[in-house]
């Protein structure tokens, strides 16, 4: 089922209120919050059957009126992108959104995309950005120092790589022996320098 749920804790007791539907279900990881601002930003996936589309792409949720608008759609004018089990994060130092693995969704077996993503919220524009390694679907990410993305596996990705957001260069700084971790996620503890990663399993491919 599709929808959106707030967490409310009331005189002592915490409950579950139900809030307007979602467009979609498929929403990828992770919904982000703009600081300082009662706005949620989420990307949802591209799925070529029309029994699963539902305007999918990139959508703002405002907190204070319980409604969600599509700000940009996936289409061939957005850079010729159609997303699917891909993972997204706030890039808070340009205030986009940096979009990263999965596959092409508009075609049947689509292949994985060879690239990252940059959606520019302030111009509602993608840009491709060059990266060394194929990552596949279901990867974890998180920036950490303001332009370092940690990208963890992706069922075509034995690696955590760093990414540097600024020169667009990226490093390989440690293998997995298992091949093709995915639904994984990370936490950054930036008061110790610490990242943390729970559960995930292999997908050989």
């Given at each position: 089922?599709t929808?959106?749920?707030v967490?409310c804790?009331?005189f002592?007791?915490?409950s579950?209120?139900?809030?307007?539907a979602?467009?979609t279900?498929?929403?990828?990881?992770q919904?982000?919050?703009?600081?300082?601002v009662?706005?949620?930003y989420?990307?949802?996936?591209?799925?070529?059957s029309?029994?699963?589309?539902?305007?999918p792409?990139?959508?703002l949720?405002?907190?204070?009126?319980?409604?969600?608008?599509?700000?940009k759609k996936?289409?061939?004018?957005?850079?010729?992108?159609?997303p699917?089990?891909?993972?997204?994060?706030?890039?808070?130092?340009k205030?986009s959104?940096?979009?990263?693995?999965?596959?092409d969704?508009s075609?049947?077996?689509g292949?994985?995309?060879?690239?990252?993503?940059l959606?520019?919220?302030r111009?509602q524009?993608?840009?491709?950005l060059?990266?060394?390694e194929t990552?596949?679907?279901n990867?974890?990410?998180?920036?950490t120092?303001?332009?370092?993305l940690?990208?963890?596996?992706?069922?075509?990705?034995?690696?955590h790589i760093l990414?540097?957001?600024?020169?667009?260069?990226?490093?390989?700084?440690?293998?997995?022996e298992a091949?093709?971790r995915?639904?994984?996620a990370?936490?950054y503890?930036?008061?110790?320098?610490?990242?943390?990663m729970?559960?995930?399993?292999?997908?050989?491919?």
């Amino acid at each position: 089922s599709t929808g959106v749920f707030v967490l409310c804790r009331q005189f002592g007791s915490m409950s579950w209120t139900n809030l307007k539907a979602c467009p979609t279900q498929f929403i990828r990881p992770q919904p982000f919050k703009i600081p300082d601002v009662d706005l949620c930003y989420y990307t949802t996936s591209y799925y070529k059957s029309t029994q699963y589309q539902n305007a999918p792409g990139i959508y703002l949720y405002y907190v204070a009126l319980d409604s969600h608008k599509n700000v940009k759609k996936y289409s061939f004018a957005s850079g010729n992108y159609f997303p699917r089990s891909n993972a997204s994060i706030y890039y808070r130092e340009k205030h986009s959104i940096v979009c990263i693995g999965g596959c092409d969704g508009s075609r049947a077996n689509g292949s994985f995309y060879k690239h990252l993503m940059l959606y520019n919220i302030r111009s509602q524009t993608f840009r491709k950005l060059p990266i060394n390694e194929t990552i596949g679907g279901n990867p974890a990410a998180v920036i950490t120092n303001k332009h370092l993305l940690h990208i963890i596996c992706g069922t075509a990705n034995d690696y955590h790589i760093l990414y540097n957001l600024q020169s667009n260069n990226s490093y390989n700084i440690h293998s997995f022996e298992a091949r093709g971790r995915r639904e994984h996620a990370l936490i950054y503890n930036e008061k110790t320098n610490i990242l943390y990663m729970f559960g995930g399993c292999s997908n050989k491919i």
